[in-house]
């Protein structure tokens, strides 16, 4: 059974940076792609980004684009999210994801992690 456990998130002033981690266990994800989505209260959960198995091919969604980072070290077993010039509205619980398609959206997920909150002050 696959287990993905996320750590790093917290309140944040607004500007500021956060590195969100996620860790696999139970077996390698071997060809999986790997992301991230979250879903903010009274929202339905959306997609954030997501990295190939390889690491060369990475997708995000536009609002996060030139503040997130998004990689991988498959050694071990783990995805990261770099989040840089943190805005209120980036305010969520984000949510690990792995799947075998490009896993832009939530039926494409084999895998969830629990969540972790991620909150912005103004």
């Known amino acids: 059974q696959v287990q993905l456990v996320e750590s790093g998130g917290g309140l944040v002033q607004a500007g500021g940076s956060l590195r969100l981690s996620c860790t696999a266990s139970g077996r390698t994800l071997t060809n999986y792609y790997m992301g991230w989505f979250r879903q903010a209260p009274g929202k339905e959960r959306e997609f954030v980004a997501c990295?190939?198995?390889?690491?060369?091919?990475?997708y995000s969604t536009d609002s996060v684009k030139g503040r997130f980072t998004i990689s991988r070290d498959n050694a071990k077993n783990t995805v990261y999210l770099q989040m840089n010039s943190l805005k209120p509205e980036d305010t969520a619980v984000y949510y690990c994801?792995?799947?075998?398609?490009?896993?832009?959206?939530?039926?494409?997920?084999?895998?969830w992690g629990q969540g972790t909150q991620v909150t912005v002050s103004s």
């Open positions: 994801a792995a799947g075998v398609r490009l896993i832009k959206y939530s039926a494409y997920v084999h895998y």
């Open positions: 990295i190939s198995w390889s690491g060369d091919s990475t």
